[in-house]
């Protein structure tokens, strides 16, 4: 059998069973053992446990479940609901202060916690009712949270660049830097529209209104005297504190990722228990539990997907894959949109996680051998797939937003996330063209490569 026979018998058996239904990581490894026993020496089969623990045997793996403790300490406690009410009380008085809020809150939130869901959910659950308390439209209220939320995978500690780093064999250390500029971008872009929107709809509200209509809560004025705002800054100091002082570790070379990791989840544990009084078993317990699951869920996915590309690498599905991309000569930039297409699609059926692993061994190398910096591209694959989390028909944020606001239509809260689609879409386009966004803070903290 031709090694494109099997290669299209591979893609092909894949979405067959991705399409019943079967858990992705399960979906993965049957795959790949059904390969190997087809296709691969009968002595292959002895060695899935070994094969899948020497993929995983990696230091900066370590540092997954660390990091998910960490994000569980801080969302299961009221951090996330203290952090957007004391940005919404500073910043009450600026026009579009209160998506603008959302937007900074989730920016922090991912930040601590690297998760999108947790982030949707955390601020979500306080900003939606507060903006359409004020007056704010369904789709925007859910638009903007779920658009926030995906700032969880861009801005550092993020679980999906600590596997591209891997897949990619590039430093955890740059990759997390090179977020930081595109993160603040989106967030610049985000606030900026949030502002524009509101003026919208509080024009329109104003308009009804002076016609006789109802008054809007969006004309409604509120105020926070400053003894209330400075009232609300005790509980949140200590968490954004210990987001510098992580960075500081990881980026001062004080500690490894996995060590920071590691310093991250006590840190955040003594925090919810001294600012929050959560450190009862009983409290301790709904953290604990959710990091071991997902813990569990993600490491499963990896050690199937890690399974999947071996077995790739070993029948040359994927050495042929890219030599066949090099082989078209296209140029580097329709190079650089055909491989995004592809992950665009992807993201339709499949999480970042699975998508990274299973594509880097294909389009890596011909991007490399185009010139490009991976650790750039590594970026530019993120915001990519941070679309795929607000985007039909799978969305995973759509519906994390549908679970804490479940009395907006799904219509709502899909064409509110459109109009974010195409901010990712603009800020992908500036990275292109201003490669530095990304790679200035990098070369700047760790030297030029």
């Excluded at 993929?55 to 540092?63: N, R």
């Excluded at 599905?317 to 592809?342: D, E, P």
């Excluded at 992807?346 to 594509?359: A, K």
Aim: hydrophobic share 55%.
């Amino acid at each position: 059998m031709s090694e494109l026979a099997i290669g299209l018998s591979y893609a092909g058996a894949t979405l067959i069973v991705m399409f019943t239904g079967m858990p992705i990581a399960m979906a993965l490894g049957s795959v790949a053992v059904g390969f190997m026993y087809f296709f691969m020496p009968a002595s292959s089969l002895d060695t899935v446990a070994q094969n899948v623990y020497e993929e995983m045997a990696s230091i900066t793996l370590l540092s997954i479940p660390l990091f998910i403790m960490k994000g569980a300490a801080i969302g299961k406690s009221r951090a996330g609901q203290d952090l957007y009410s004391a940005i919404h009380a500073w910043l009450h008085k600026v026009p579009g202060g209160l998506g603008i809020a959302n937007v900074v809150a989730c920016a922090l939130f991912a930040a601590m916690a690297g998760s999108s869901p947790a982030t949707c959910s955390a601020i979500g659950s306080a900003g939606i009712p507060e903006m359409r308390k004020r007056g704010y439209s369904n789709g925007f209220a859910a638009g903007i949270i779920a658009a926030g939320g995906t700032l969880g995978i861009l801005l550092p500690p993020s679980i999906v660049m600590i596997l591209y780093a891997v897949a990619a064999e590039q430093s955890l250390g740059r990759l997390f830097l090179a977020g930081i500029g595109p993160g603040l971008l989106l967030v610049g872009l985000f606030a900026a529209y949030a502002v524009l929107r509101a003026r919208s709809e509080y024009k329109q509200a104003l308009a009804i209104y002076e016609a006789g209509g109802a008054k809007s809560a969006y004309l409604e004025k509120n105020h926070f005297t400053l003894a209330q705002k400075l009232e609300m800054l005790p509980r949140v100091l200590p968490f954004v504190i210990l987001l510098i002082g992580v960075m500081i570790a990881l980026y001062g070379g004080f500690a490894t990722p996995s060590e920071t990791a590691g310093l991250g989840g006590l840190l955040a544990l003594g925090l919810v228990a001294l600012v929050y009084g959560l450190w009862r078993p009983s409290d301790l317990t709904p953290i604990l539990t959710s990091t071991l699951k997902e813990s569990t869920m993600l490491m499963l996915i990896i050690g199937m997907s890690l399974l999947y590309s071996y077995v790739m690498s070993h029948l040359h599905i994927s050495q042929g894959a890219a030599q066949w991309i090099v082989g078209m000569q296209l140029s580097r930039w329709v190079l650089l949109a055909v491989i995004l297409l592809m992950v665009i699609v992807l993201g339709f059926f499949l999480p970042p996680v699975s998508i990274i692993l299973m594509t880097a061994p294909i389009i890596l190398p011909p991007l490399k051998a185009a010139g490009f910096d991976l650790i750039w591209f590594g970026v530019v694959m993120t915001v990519v797939m941070e679309m795929g989390l607000i985007h039909p028909p799978v969305g995973l944020n759509i519906f994390v937003i549908k679970n804490v606001a479940p009395d907006i239509p799904l219509k709502d809260v899909i064409w509110g996330v459109m109009p974010f689609v195409g901010l990712m879409f603009g800020a992908v386009l500036l990275l292109a063209v201003f490669p530095g966004i990304a790679t200035a803070l990098p070369d700047l903290v760790m030297g030029s490569k």
